[in-house]
């Protein structure tokens, strides 16, 4: 199994930036992608950002042009750089895992609000 813990979630004003980051450990080997999604109150867990350990990267297209994935494979972390936030950025982001054996992990989620 992997554990994540996630950590940079806090509240921000409209048009502000945000950084969570996300640090894995436990079974690291086995992951092939990391994420982040959110779920907002009342609605769906959705995706918001994922890169592979290619590097290859796919985003939510409510946040592409303003969000930005990446990851440091030696620390075993994922960021999600969030810039110009809009109040309906707000939810609670959670750290995903993928691994080539199993199912994928979750973080305990950090929340985002975003408000004046």
């Known amino acids: 199994q992997v554990q994540l813990v996630e950590s940079g979630g806090g509240l921000v004003q409209p048009g502000g930036s945000l950084r969570l980051s996300c640090a894995a450990s436990g079974s690291v080997w086995n992951i092939n992608a990391m994420g982040w999604y959110r779920q907002a109150p009342g609605k769906q867990r959705e995706l918001v950002a994922v890169m592979t350990n290619g590097g290859s990267t796919d985003y939510a297209d409510s946040v592409k042009g303003r969000f930005t994935i990446s990851r440091d494979m030696a620390k075993n972390t994922v960021y999600l750089q969030m810039n110009r936030l809009k109040p309906e950025d707000r939810a609670v982001y959670y750290c995903?895992?993928?691994?080539?054996?199993?199912?994928?992990?979750w973080g305990q989620g950090t929340p985002v609000t975003v408000s004046s």
């Open positions: 995903n895992a993928r691994k080539v054996v199993g199912r994928a992990d």
